[in-house]
Each structure stands twice: as C-alpha cells, then as structure tokens.
Nanobody
C-alpha cells in the first residue's frame, strides 16, 4: 500500500521558518518524483515545488522561489521542504504527492500526481 505521510506543519510568525517532511512507503521511492502542493481556504490547490527522481531537478512556484527548498533523502524515503522567510500568504494545508515525474506548464507545477498523502497545516501569523 502506497503511503505518504506529511508532517512538520505548525504556527509560525511571519519571517520564520518551518521544515516539512514527507515519509513514503509502499513503492520504489527512488523511481518517483515527489512534489509539494498547498491549498488555502477558498483557493485551488497549487503546486509549490517538485523534485524529479531521474536527474534530481527541482522546480518551484514563482511565489516561493528563493524562500523554499526541496530535498530528498532516498536512504530514508523522505522528502523535505525547507520553508524560510514565511509570509501570511503561505498559510495553507500542505500536501506531498508522488508520480513518475513533475508535470509542468511553464512555471506552474500541475497537481496531477498519482499518489497523495494527508496534509499538514501551516499557519503564518502577521
């Protein structure tokens, strides 16, 4: 059974940092791209970052570029999202997801991943 377990969310003040983790099991982790997505109340889910498995290329939404960093530890079957300089507009439920690759249109990471984990809430206060 494929499982993706996101954790690390919480409440932080603007300008602060959080690191999200996504622990994966039930599939060959090394072969899959892992992405982070978020959904704020009343808004559509949006792609935040994605890392391909084949070449390790990373992609970021323009809104988080330079502030967020995605990384993966294949030995631990875990992907991380380091979030720095957080802003109130980063407040959302964050999800991790897996697929054979990161699907994009321009700089937009599409939410068409095969496997999804439950979300973790990130709240940034002003």
């Amino acid at each position: 059974e494929v499982q993706l377990q996101a954790s690390g969310g919480g409440l932080v003040q603007a300008g602060g940092s959080l690191r999200l983790s996504c622990a994966a099991s039930g599939f060959t982790f090394d072969d899959y791209a892992i992405g982070w997505f978020r959904q704020a109340p009343g808004k559509e889910r949006e792609g935040v970052s994605c890392m391909d498995s084949s070449d390790g290329r990373t992609y970021y939404a323009d809104s988080v570029k330079g502030r967020f960093t995605i990384s993966r530890d294949n030995a631990k079957n875990t992907v991380y999202l380091q979030m720095n300089s957080l802003k109130p507009e980063d407040t959302a439920v964050y999800y991790c997801a897996a697929d054979s690759g990161c699907t994009r249109i321009g700089n937009t990471i599409l939410s068409v991943m095969d496997y999804w984990g439950q979300g973790t809430q990130v709240t940034v206060s002003s």
